[in-house]
């Protein structure tokens, strides 16, 4: 699946990019911009952060379940990072109407 549209990035590229960074380091905080580094790609309209976003937090929660390092202690703190996220809503920062869809 497409998530950027800009860069033509699929979804397995931003996995394969997140498990990477995982595997150098499991508790680094991985952002979007650090996955764009990665890939050797910049965010130009930033419209798939959020994507990324929900796919850095289903990754890393699956990499630490497989991991079974403290995982009851990880799954809490991203359900965390979630009801953040779900509080501040992200369609308020992009800045764009209700009726655009991204990708």
Known sequence: MLICHCNI???????AAIVAL???DPWQLIVPAKIYHSLGKRGRCCGCFPNVVEIII???EEYHRRSRIDGDDIV???DRVRG???HYGSRDHERRKAG???A
């Open 100 to 102: 655009h869809r991204a």
């Open 84 to 86: 953040l996220r779900g």
């Open 58 to 60: 289903r990754v890393t």
């Open 76 to 78: 809490p703190f991203l």
């Open 9 to 15: 990035i699929q979804e397995k590229e931003i996995e």
């Open 22 to 24: 995982l595997d150098a």
